[in-house]
């Protein structure tokens, strides 16, 4: 079985380095983990842009914005009532923790505890927001990681989120990069070629792929 290092290794040869987040600043990566929440990436960007024009991407203005300006300038990203409660709510208590860096001088574990305890933070948002704008190696697991974990390796898609987190950080060293890259390097793989629809032809894991293999079998069973 393919391990996890040579399946990066794989990925970044086709792909090469993924210099992803996107976000200019720690604050605007805070601020789309939260917004990119069930919606394409393409509708976060028309969100964030309207912030952008009012200056309302900073923790402080975040914090002070009218709710009812606030859901209107994130509309673009879907859900914009509750998620503009989230973003307040998530600015709020940032903002009474002394501020985003104080907030992010936390250890990794304290600040994921704090994370999930607000309102509408789930565990890849807070994810997202550790190992992206906090910059604290913590593995990212979305619906790219489980179909592509499922397809090649046969895990269960239904695993729980900490047990399939615990399976990256058991089987890779502990590395900001590393982590950041090799989560860009799904949502690539999750894009082109392993979408809910598979698109196999010219994948670079298709020799490794369990799901591939199946279905190879299959076809010669006819």
Not at 176 to 191: C, I, P, R, S
């Amino acid at each position: 079985m393919l391990g996890l290092s040579e399946l990066y290794s794989r990925l970044r040869k086709n792909f090469g380095f993924l210099n992803w987040w996107p976000g200019e600043t720690k604050e605007e990566i805070v601020v789309g983990a939260v917004l990119t929440q069930n919606t394409a990436w393409k509708n976060v960007e028309k969100a964030i842009k309207n912030l952008k024009e009012r200056n309302a991407v900073s923790i402080d203005r975040l914090a002070s914005i009218e709710l009812s300006e606030l859901e209107s300038l994130i509309r673009p990203a879907g859900f914009y009532r509750q998620k503009a409660k989230r973003l307040k709510g998530l600015a709020l208590y940032i903002k009474e923790s002394g501020g985003l860096e104080k907030f992010f001088r936390k250890d990794k574990d304290e600040l994921r505890k704090e994370l999930l305890s607000l309102n509408g933070i789930g565990k890849e948002t807070a994810d997202s927001i550790i190992l992206y704008a906090a910059e604290k190696p913590t593995f990212v697991v979305d619906a790219y990681t489980r179909r592509i974990m499922h397809r090649v390796y046969g895990i269960d898609e239904e695993i729980e989120y900490d047990d399939l987190k615990e399976y990256f950080e058991k089987r890779l060293r502990k590395d900001l990069e590393l982590y950041k890259d090799f989560h860009a390097q799904f949502v690539e793989l999750g894009k082109r070629f392993c979408k809910k629809v598979p698109k196999c032809e010219g994948c670079p894991l298709i020799d490794y792929c369990q799901y591939q293999s199946k279905k190879i079998k299959s076809m010669q069973s006819k």
